[in-house]
């Protein structure tokens, strides 16, 4: 085997590398789309290789057309394969546009054949590029590079004497094409793997959210807030917190009267109520049943009484337009002691809440003092009282 013959070997054999290993990367990534039209032209470079490099050398119609098939082709098959890989964010000008310049180009091989293949390799990088800068995807922004670099040798060719391109010339053209398959090969391989990698960071943030999140009023749940709410309180130790517990009134007879699906919507106002009450340093859990909590940083008990009394005043503004009954809460409200644990400011503010229903509910009552002599502050009415 000679030389040239080893070369083609090896180019071809390189092409069908590439394809095989996109392939094998595409079949555990189904999701991703175009990987399909990237496998098929390195497939059909890998055979159409050697075809054209010998084609290169005969003077003849049909093989500049067996060539240049190939030299035409690809650069928009590859564009097709881009198309579909970001088909939610639409690359510029459209599909079919680009087939119908690959076949006027094709066309017009026996007069301009070199010109036709330079206009339509700019043409390609040019959407690619402009494609790069609506996607932010640089893998786009390099095959436009990639794509400009392979007609380097046309151009030459082309500007240099003699008026016609030489054999040399075009078995240059065709090695500078080979190459720049490769090397879009490695830029596709990339963009799916980089995807593979967005996605995976996705799915681990949504599994972060769903495992700290209570699904029916998208509040925290127990594990995250004591989580959380424990090392806020050791990270701001010099501020006072306050522990606010909150029920709803007579939420036992709207699921009994009214069904469970209405009870439902009652814990998603309520949520909706406090999400939108809160600070972002502000934290808020679903405990269990229609018993929340609320970690106020930072904040007085006066300021957490009008915190309570703006959830109040949502949740029974909001109740008509959600079909449910007149709904009032109440409150048990405590200031977070520093190293108190938090299990200990939980059980304070419950009797605090177990205060306020004594008193008659839709109240908010602060309690002193420890678990075995607390004081509680005077109750402050909240809205109007279910029934």
């Known amino acids: 085997m000679d030389a040239q013959a080893a070369a083609l070997v090896m180019g071809a054999g390189g092409l069908a590398v590439a394809a095989h290993v996109l392939w094998q990367t595409g079949r555990r990534h189904q999701r991703h ?3 399909q039209w990237w496998v098929l032209t390195l497939a059909a470079g890998a055979v159409a290789w050697p075809l054209c490099a010998w084609a290169a050398t005969q003077h003849t119609l049909v093989a500049q057309a067996v060539a240049g098939l190939w030299l035409l082709g690809w650069p928009v098959a590859w564009l097709g394969g881009w198309r579909r890989f970001h088909a939610r964010q639409r690359l510029p000008a459209w599909a079919w546009l680009d087939a119908l310049l690959a076949c006027a180009a094709w066309v017009a091989m026996p007069w301009w054949a070199w010109q036709g293949g330079v206009l339509l390799h700019l043409y390609v990088a040019g959407v690619l590029w402009v494609g790069s800068r609506r996607t932010a995807d640089r893998g786009l922004g390099l095959t436009a590079l990639v794509m400009a670099a392979a007609i380097l040798p046309a151009l030459l060719a082309l500007s240099a004497p003699p008026p016609q391109p030489t054999t040399l010339d075009a078995i240059a053209t065709l090695w500078a094409a080979m190459a720049a398959l490769w090397a879009c090969g490695l830029l596709s391989l990339a963009a799916m793997t980089a995807r593979t990698e967005q996605e995976l960071r996705a799915s681990r943030r949504r599994l972060h959210v769903l495992a700290s999140t209570d699904p029916l009023t998208g509040l925290s ?54 999400q939108g009450a809160l600070r972002d340093s502000d934290l808020a859990v679903r405990l269990g049943g229609d018993e929340f909590a609320l970690l106020l940083q930072g904040a007085s008990l006066p300021q957490a009484m009008q915190v309570a009394e703006r959830i109040v005043l949502q949740v029974q503004q909001q109740a008509p337009v959600h079909h449910l009954p007149l709904l009032s809460l109440s409150f048990g409200l405590v200031p977070w002691r520093d190293e108190e644990p938090l299990d200990d400011a939980l059980h304070r503010a419950d009797l605090a809440l177990y205060e306020a229903k004594r008193q008659g509910r839709s109240c908010a009552v602060a309690a002193h003092g420890d678990d075995e002599a607390p004081v509680f502050s005077e109750s402050q009415r909240l809205g109007l009282t279910a029934t």
Not at 246 to 255: P, V
């Open 33 to 35: 789309h175009g990987w």
């Open 221 to 274: 749940n127990r594990r995250h807030f004591e989580t959380t709410a424990v090392r806020r309180r050791h990270q701001q130790p010099a501020t006072l917190p306050v522990l606010l517990l909150l029920d709803i009134d007579h939420f036992k007879l709207i699921n009994d009267r009214l069904g469970h699906a209405t009870g439902d919507r009652a814990l998603r106002l309520v949520g909706h109520s406090i």
